[in-house]
């Protein structure tokens, strides 16, 4: 056991009988109970706000960095675009949390407009399918799904008059097989 009183750590360095957090302090202080001040407000990022922990703050801090930060991975899909964050929200985590409010349980920050940047006209709380059905790829709306169940439609047998599954899919720009995923109902519901 470390050798300083009300401390059960195992010891790290056995020379001086220390744990390891008591033995940094040693090493760095020349004191195993040395305690610096925290460096709080500017001359600390960490902690400049309070809110370093927090799942908001994580998404704030991403949003930036995928738009911002041309090391992100993600950047060439965000800032290299032209998407970036709003001047206020950029500067500031209170004024992002001010107009989203705390993240609804399931969801993640959405652009509106995927070819606008983030910020409170454009910006809200979305579940992983309403996001999916968000993405650039994505050709078909609810409302064009819902136009395409309305449609008159050909008998299988190519009877009748209406649209065949083909003529959809042209109609829309998308696959025979996307056409049919919709019309069961297994897309858009």
Not at 30 to 47: A, I, N
């Amino acid at each position: 056991m470390c050798k300083i009183e009300n401390c059960s750590n195992s010891v790290h360095v056995k020379k001086h009988n220390l744990c390891r957090a008591h033995y940094l302090r040693w090493k760095k202080y020349g004191d195993p109970l040395h305690f610096p001040e925290p460096r709080r407000g500017k001359d600390s990022s960490r902690y400049k706000h309070g809110a370093w922990g927090e799942e908001l703050f994580k998404t704030w801090s991403h949003m930036i960095d995928r738009c911002h930060n041309p090391k992100c991975k993600a950047y060439k899909h965000y800032g290299k675009r032209g998407i970036h964050v709003c001047e206020s929200w950029r500067n500031d985590f209170f004024q992002f949390k001010k107009d989203m409010g705390e993240r609804p349980e399931n969801t993640s920050i959405e652009r509106i407009d995927n070819n606008k940047g983030y910020n409170p006209h454009n910006c809200k709380w979305a579940t992983s399918v309403e996001q999916g059905r968000n993405r650039r790829c994505v050709k078909l709306t609810k409302e064009k799904a819902d136009e395409m169940r309305s449609l008159p439609r050909r008998a299988k047998n190519g009877r009748g008059s209406g649209y065949s599954r083909e003529d959809m899919a042209e109609k829309y720009g998308v696959s025979v097989a996307t056409v049919k995923k919709v019309l069961s109902g297994a897309y858009w519901k």
